[in-house]
């Protein structure tokens, strides 16, 4: 908004609510202003946010505003910024022109290690680890968020905050979707750095949904790897229409992250990762990575205490009592949007919590006894040195009695950053030791805690929490040369996944094992350890290969036998036919066709040419009768005309096509014999 009737500058100092006392402006946006600002109530630093008043006092805001608060309250999560506290404050005259109007605000926890968009400014690019770490925070978040049923409605670098331990946090849960809803009910005022993370479905005009929110993340992920926001353009409008239908274009910069990061970003929301399986796919990517750096994060500088706070008890009793105070006392209803609003309470970190100060009697003894080395004492100094050292000892004593006790909670099961959140305030000295365990399987799972829980710690002792670095490993059996079924059935037992290849071999029986790997490490042989739940590849053979069936006609028959018994087939012949045209000893056809596939050791059957069907001519003796050799022609495959002459009478010549055969020559089959008889 153009006309803003706040003034950070003159609301330094002042109190919201009666209680949150502003120290430091963060930011001032267009819709609210953002301060560090401490609660003297819980003792702790806070961030405030202010909705401008424009914003506040418009008919429904505040009732939509409540709402939204009070349902989001409900949703905790370690990755999510928590939420302390609400309300609507009423300006005084410390904010100028805003005297008498009321602003709606939130109280959450602060966090010193800056938000995504810092790191954008800053140019600063995060490697795939980091990414996928950063992206797999967030998705845990929005998996509880979605799981009861909300939508965070403006995802952007600025709502991703980091804490000391550098892991991403979820801010402004409930009142961004109420901000949104506004922006987008006037998109002609809306901010192209919202835009730049909207999803096509609200580009054309729909309400965010849990996918939006996921499509917001990956666009994130991808501008922290390549510094470049998928679609963005100079204005909103442009930036909106430029993805409306769009896949996400790919880049090799996106890296094994970049299948994951396409399916985050479909178009389509109902083609889109929901928020677990977006987590689950960053899950199984981070198996291809090494393990991420710290990010390049900027610590916040400490804050000022404020100048009414007082000076910090220097009676022990009395600072812990001050201390106590702060955790047990009730928050004070903050001015209420309907009254039925109620204020959170929610447990403090350690770093807001304002330690007492306790005398040092050791390092004050020594410095003592150092003092009075260096000069010499007179004879009443010693009794009041005696009766000091014994007062010093009863201090120490007392400041020991008095030191705050915890006992150790039940942190078995839990994951790493939650146990860490559980136990800070407590001021442990905290160790942390990691080894397998398949009693906490997942890695960054607590496993035990030395001492046990139950055990009642005093402030200032040591912890020591054992984390899951994954299950116990498991040895891989050898499986070569044993059937598949076995291979499978041993892998399975020792927790690993086969997975069954089969390859031809000519020599290794159909079923049989002939080699394995694990694509994690291929170098593992048998014996060595791997993580349950590896596959493991089998490769398996289907025996010897199946063979094409060549072309054999017209080749001869013992030329083809011999390439068949190369390719492992054999050679049956069926009986041979004549051809005038093709020579005997050559091949007419086959059975199966050229191009069938055979198994080793099956045969193709062919036909072979006998060649033309001839036959030979007898000698026909003299004084042989017309019917005698008629009979002996006709045996000999000719057929006989009687030409000339009668049926009863003596032979007197023979003729074929007028010429006189050749006793012993040959020919066609059913050649004509003219006969004389006479």
């Given amino acids: ?60 805001f505040l009732d939509s505003f409540s709402v939204a608060l009070e349902v989001s309250a409900a949703v905790s999560h370690p990755q999510l910024v928590a939420l302390f506290d609400w309300g609507v404050h009423r300006f005084d005259s410390s904010a100028g022109s805003a005297v008498g109007r009321s602003s709606a605000f939130t109280v959450t926890e602060r966090l010193d290690g800056g938000s995504m968009r810092d790191l954008f400014d800053r140019g600063r690019r995060l490697s795939h680890s980091q990414a996928l770490q950063v992206g797999l925070d967030i998705c845990h978040a929005l ?57 096509p479905e609200q580009a054309v005009g729909s309400r965010a949904q849990a996918s939006s929110d996921v499509y917001a993340v990956s666009l994130m992920l991808v501008e922290a790897l390549t510094g470049t926001t998928p679609f963005r353009t100079d204005s909103a409008n442009t930036t909106l229409a430029a993805r409306v239908d769009r896949l996400l274009p790919v880049t090799a910069e996106l890296g094994p992250l970049a299948t994951v990061l396409e399916h985050a970003a479909r178009p389509d929301p109902l083609d889109r990762a929901s928020a677990v399986e977006f987590g689950l796919e960053l899950v199984a990517a981070a198996k291809r990575l090494p393990r991420p750096e710290a990010l390049p994060l900027t610590a916040a500088p400490p804050l000022p205490m404020p100048d009414d706070v007082g000076e910090l008890p220097v009676s022990v009793t009395e600072a812990t009592a001050v201390v106590s ?43 003592a006894v150092s003092d009075a080395a260096t000069r010499q004492r007179p004879r009443w100094a010693i009794p009041v040195v005696a009766a000091l050292a014994v007062v010093i000892a009863v201090l120490f004593a007392r400041w020991l009695l008095i030191t705050p006790t915890h006992e150790v909670p039940v942190l ?29 399987p997942e890695p960054g799972s607590v496993i035990r805690t030395v001492p046990a829980a139950g055990t009642t710690l005093a402030e200032g002792q040591s912890l020591s929490m054992v984390v899951s670095n994954g299950p116990l490993l498991r040895e891989l059996p050898e499986i070569t040369g044993i059937m598949d079924s076995e291979a499978a059935s041993l892998l399975s037992t020792a927790g690993f996944e086969p997975f069954i ?95 069938a596939m055979l198994e080793r050791g099956e045969s193709v059957t062919v036909s072979v040419s006998l060649g033309p069907d ?65």
């Fill in 1 to 60: 908004m153009d006309d803003h009737s706040l003034d950070p500058d003159r609301l330094m100092g002042s109190d919201v609510a009666g209680r949150y006392r502003l120290l430091a402006v963060v930011t001032a946006g267009a819709n609210t202003m953002v301060f560090d600002a401490w609660d003297p109530v819980a003792r702790r630093h806070v961030t405030v946010k202010l909705v401008h008043p424009e914003l506040s006092e418009r008919s429904g």
């Fill in 143 to 199: 998996a509880e968020v979605h799981r009861h049923g909300l939508v965070h409605g403006e995802l952007t670098p600025a709502k991703i905050l980091f804490g000391a331990d550098g892991r991403a946090r979820l801010a402004d849960l409930g009142a961004a979707g109420v901000l949104n809803s506004l922006a987008w009910a006037e998109p002609s005022g809306l901010d192209n750095h919202v835009a730049m993370y909207a999803s």
């Fill in 325 to 367: 105070t702060a955790e047990s006392a009730p928050q004070s209803p903050a001015t209420a949007l309907p009254t039925s609003v109620p204020t959170q309470a929610v447990p403090m970190a350690a770093a807001d919590v304002v330690s007492p100060v306790s005398p040092d009697p050791i390092a004050h003894s020594s410095a």
């Fill in 412 to 440: 078995a099961g839990r994951a790493e950053a939650e146990a860490l959140n559980i136990i800070t305030p407590f001021k442990w000295e905290v160790a942390i030791d990691r080894e397998r365990s398949d009693i906490a």
């Fill in 501 to 595: 290849e089969s390859t031809p071999n000519e020599v290794i029986p159909a079923g049989e094992v002939i080699s394995w790997s694990v694509p994690d490490d291929t170098t593992l042989v048998a014996g060595d350890e791997a993580e349950p739940g590896s596959t493991v590849i089998v490769v398996i053979s289907s025996g010897p290969a199946p063979r094409t069936v060549p072309d054999l006609v017209g080749s001869l028959v013992g030329v083809a036998r011999a390439q068949l018994v190369a390719d492992g087939l054999r050679i049956e012949e069926a009986d041979g036919l004549y051809d005038d045209d093709i020579p005997a000893g050559e091949i007419l056809s086959q059975t199966p066709e050229p191009g």
């Fill in 614 to 678: 001839v036959v030979t001519f007898p000698s026909l003796r003299s004084g042989m009768t017309f019917v005698e050799a008629q009979r002996l022609l006709i045996d000999a495959g000719f057929t006989v005309e009687l030409s000339l002459g009668a049926a009863d009478g003596v032979v007197e010549s023979v003729s074929i096509d007028g010429e006189k055969p050749e006793v012993g020559g040959t020919y066609p089959r059913d050649t004509r014999v003219d006969v004389v008889a006479v």
